[in-house]
């Protein structure tokens, strides 16, 4: 695998056409979907232009505008351009199997298997799958961090043009309207350009993630950085959710906990004292319409608007038979009422044991594979890497999203931030050519 050992030539990103992609998509739902066609090309000139780097770069930029960068039918462009990239990198380069693409094949062979019907479904499955193992063996830590740095740019970009377009027919039109925020509210939730506002805030909250551990490692300064948290809690505020609010108190407690692992003593004081007084200051203002929510709550099924409910419905549906139980329903099974709200819970009612555990030594092949290769340097401060993986473990715990495109781009950065090293030199950094 020739190109592998390329991988160490610095990347020239190149901006221009990104930026004339990004543009066109955004003008797309107000100008024609023909604006999306002309994007794609250059996507595929990109493709065959560059190497799998600056691919896996647009990839990340791409995945925050995957509902309205699609086919009129809904379709999302960003599955069919990770095919014809899967494509031409098998056919550029020579494959050599390893344990991971062994677990790969095997996953592929059983998803081909529990197909059924839905075509579709293992259509974006199987190419996300391919492109994530793809991507990951050309990374190096340039690249890395700018698919950290590019997601988190085209998360804020796509969600301040969502913001401002919220009430635009043309924009409904493609991503439906905003909910109440409440029964009889007259606050709608923000959802960005997601269906459900919940999917969006799971793309807010690892921006953050990625946010402080880009500051923590030195890549961006202390003053982008408050900047760009300042307008992610906004965001995420504006979705209403009580699985963002949980899921930054788990992170306030991660920071925390590395703090005092560290034996950061003062600076743990000084960041719990400063954390009450912004919480306090937030719960009056920003978060008070989602604490009215988790306080007006009557019963712990209301308080998770109802996922209880719905995870016992698929556990006794999963259990009733060992049939089930083993190999799932298959990718044509239809929801009991609504989906699994886990994403873990969904796999298995899909797949079966077998299929969650082939799930989850693949990925964990992946994690080690990245382990691997970059585990250098001072273990205390490498320890902060694995924080984005398990804010996403947290998230998918209340979400599914087996067959969107969005949940394997947040596993795809979870595991490869793994590997991000500590920058010295920020001064010096030019990432961007």
């Not at 020579?94 to 062994?102: C, I, T």
């Not at 690249?143 to 043009?161: A, H």
Request: aromatic share 14%; glycine share 4%; charged share 15%.
């Amino acid at each position: 695998m020739k190109r592998i050992k390329l991988v160490c030539d610095r990347l020239h990103y190149p901006i221009p056409s990104i930026c004339a992609i990004m543009m066109l998509i955004y003008l797309s739902p107000f100008v024609g979907s023909w604006l999306n066609y002309v994007a794609f090309l250059i996507c595929i000139y990109r493709l065959i232009r560059y190497d799998e780097r600056i691919f896996s770069v647009d990839y990340c930029c791409l995945v925050s505008v995957a509902a309205i960068f699609a086919l009129p039918s809904g379709r999302s462009l960003v599955v069919i351009l990770s095919l014809i990239a899967i494509v031409w990198f098998i056919i550029r380069n020579e494959l050599v199997l390893d344990n991971s693409s062994m677990f790969l094949l095997l996953l592929i062979c059983y998803l081909l298997l529990r197909m059924q019907f839905s075509f579709s479904n293992f259509v974006l499955c199987v190419s996300q799958l391919l492109i994530i193992y793809l991507m990951i063996s050309f990374l190096d830590e340039q690249t890395i961090v700018l698919n950290l740095e590019l997601f988190v740019l085209g998360v804020s970009v796509s969600s301040v043009y969502a913001l401002i377009f919220r009430s635009s027919p043309a924009i409904v039109k493609i991503i439906g309207k905003e909910v109440p925020a409440y029964f009889g509210s007259d606050l709608t939730r923000f959802h960005g350009l997601f269906r459900d506002p919940n999917y969006y805030m799971s793309l807010v909250i690892m921006s953050i993630v990625l946010l402080t551990l880009l500051n923590l490692k030195k890549y961006i300064s202390k003053r982008l950085f408050m900047l760009g948290i300042t307008f992610m809690l906004l965001f995420g505020a504006l979705t209403y959710s009580k699985t963002f609010l949980v899921l930054l108190c788990l992170y306030w407690l991660l920071c925390l906990f590395y703090l005092i692992r560290d034996k950061h003593y003062i600076l743990a004081v000084t960041f719990t004292v400063s954390t009450v007084l912004l919480a306090l200051l937030l719960s009056k203002t920003l978060f008070a319409t989602t604490l009215y929510r988790i306080t007006n709550a009557s019963s712990v099924n209301e308080l998770t608007t109802g996922r209880l409910v719905i995870l016992d419905e698929y556990l006794r549906e999963i259990s009733s038979s060992p049939g089930i139980m083993l190999w799932g329903k298959g990718l044509s099974a239809h929801l009991l009422k609504k989906g699994t709200h886990n994403l873990f819970l969904e796999i298995q009612y899909y797949l079966g044991l077998f299929g969650l555990i082939l799930f989850l030594l693949y990925f964990g092949i992946l994690i080690i594979r990245i382990y691997k290769k970059y585990a250098t340097g001072n273990a205390k401060s490498k320890l902060f890497n694995y924080s984005p993986l398990i804010v996403f473990i947290v998230i998918f715990f209340s979400l599914q999203g087996m067959f969107s495109v969005s949940v394997y781009t947040l596993l795809y950065l979870a595991i490869i931030s793994i590997g991000i090293q500590q920058n010295d030199c920020l001064q010096g950094k030019e990432l961007l050519n």
